[in-house]
């Protein structure tokens, strides 16, 4: 699949993969679950056969997994399949009654996506070619309307065979221009700066394609359809756009982003955002929820990837400037749902605007645990409907040129308050967050627990300071 995504990326991981950047948290705690998902699934088939993988290694992996087929093993799972230079380890194969196999890849996203086909269809070939016909294809991914521990629940198949058989021709035309690549001491493609999601969450984006990028580049700040003609003008660096370039190429949007930056401008709209202030009502509350979803749940009576709040900060600024901070992080493996609902209510009072950063996230968890937990109901409520979202005010109405395109509280915070930075935090965001939380609730060693308390505390506490000092901006 790397080859798929960018000839260079496969180039790295086969022979430079050491300049490679560590994973993030959220990219971590994506593959713990997608490892915990694919491990979960053994148990839907009993009595399979399970091939131990050594990916250093495959050579004895495809010896067992030939040991399996010979004894008439009907179902094995992790099977190893090689033809010429090309392996694959599947999750699932089970035989059929007519000799041919049927391949289950396990994902644990909630749909089928687009890149599960070419993924299925480069296997079935290279079952094929070593003499494995395959007859049904599928896809075996979390299930949102299952319900742990009802293991069975969590999981849905579904049939990919067609949309597998139409994208099976792709293989050897891709495969042929993946080859050269493979060759100990081939060169290394181009690497430069391109646009596609792909790119997103490439570990050498920022250590190789991207390394001497110095400034706000098209990829940045331009919409997506207007990349191309820039693009074909040789265009990078959002300083290198003309004024034809711009009002032939841009939307209004993009114009304006460029015009601030190549300006160095700020555009703040004044009376605006003093409406929006003579909208807050005092105690003004500043609220920040950190949360986790998992693909196997956690807990009881869970589905996959429903969000759990496990911690919340709330700074209190109260009439006569007093500035008071209360918090609250769950500490032991259970559900932390009741307990979070609970404390709100205790911290949080019936009068007072309450501020957050960016609403949809708050106002999902505080309905979900008014959904849940009827005694608590009337006060979620309230609360959500004082909610003062800051983000927009930065998203539309005060536009500094270092923002760029964006208007994050991780853009807006050092822009604006140099002397508040998540940098020198052991938790820089929301990812790093919840993969904290597990590891702090799944360790037996209290040390280590109470780091990871200490670093979510100072995460979370930060995100409501940051809201407070913004606040402040904005009032001067």
């Not at 269809?121 to 896809?139: D, I, L, P």
Request: aromatic share 8%; hydrophobic share 40%; glycine share 4%.
């Amino acid at each position: 699949m790397a080859g798929l995504d960018c000839p260079r990326k496969l180039w790295q991981l086969l022979w430079d993969r050491s300049s490679a950047a560590p994973f993030g948290g959220m990219s971590q705690l994506i593959m713990e679950m997608g490892t915990r998902f694919g491990t979960l699934a053994h148990q839907l088939y009993p009595g399979a056969t399970l091939i131990d993988v050594d990916f250093r290694n495959l050579d004895q992996a495809l010896l067992d997994t030939e040991a399996a087929i010979a004894s008439g093993a009907s179902t094995i799972l992790e099977a190893c399949f090689v033809y010429d230079h090309f392996r694959v380890v599947s999750d699932v194969v089970e035989r059929q009654a007519d000799g041919s196999w049927h391949l289950v890849e396990v994902k644990s996203s909630t749909s089928v996506k687009a890149r599960h086909i070419p993924d299925l269809a480069y296997q079935k070939w290279v079952m094929q070619q070593a003499g494995f016909r395959v007859s049904r294809c599928s896809v075996l991914h979390a299930n949102r309307s299952g319900s742990w521990p009802d293991v069975a629940s969590i999981f849905k198949l579904v049939d990919v065979t067609e949309e597998v058989n139409d994208w099976t021709p792709n293989v050897e035309p891709a495969l042929e221009i993946m080859r050269p690549l493979m060759v100990k001491g081939s060169a290394a493609p181009e690497a430069r700066p391109l646009f596609s999601r792909k790119c997103h969450d490439c570990p050498f984006k920022e250590t190789v394609c991207w390394k001497d990028i110095d400034g706000f580049t098209i990829y940045d700040v331009i919409n997506a359809s207007c990349l191309p003609a820039l693009e074909a003008e040789g265009i990078l660096y959002i300083n290198d756009i003309s004024e034809e370039q711009k009002e032939q190429t841009l939307n209004k949007k993009d114009r304006a982003n460029v015009d601030r930056i190549q300006q160095q401008r700020i555009d703040i709209n004044q009376d605006v955002i003093k409406d929006r202030l003579n909208e807050l009502v005092t105690p003004i509350y500043f609220l920040d929820f950190e949360s986790i979803a998992t693909a196997v749940p956690l807990f009881d009576s869970i589905a996959p990837w429903k969000q759990l709040a496990f911690q919340y900060s709330l700074h209190v600024l109260h009439e006569d400037g007093r500035l008071e901070h209360c918090e609250y992080l769950h500490r032991d493996a259970s559900d932390p749902s009741e307990a979070v609902a609970k404390r709100l209510c205790e911290d949080i009072g019936d009068v007072g605007s309450i501020v957050v950063y960016f609403a949809n996230m708050e106002r999902g968890v505080l309905n979900s645990l008014r959904n849940q937990f009827p005694e608590y109901a009337p006060a979620l409520k309230s609360m959500t409907e004082r909610l003062w979202d800051l983000h927009p005010v930065f998203e539309k109405h005060y536009r500094h040129w270092k923002f760029g395109s964006k208007s994050s509280i991780k853009v807006v915070l050092p822009t604006l308050v140099p002397g508040l930075s998540y940098k020198d935090l052991e938790i820089q965001e929301g990812g790093s967050a919840s993969l904290g939380w597990l590891q702090m609730i799944e360790s037996d060693d209290e040390t280590s627990r109470e780091l990871l308390a200490r670093d979510l505390l100072a995460y979370c506490g930060l995100d409501t300071l940051a809201m407070v000092r913004l606040l402040e901006v904005l009032k001067s």
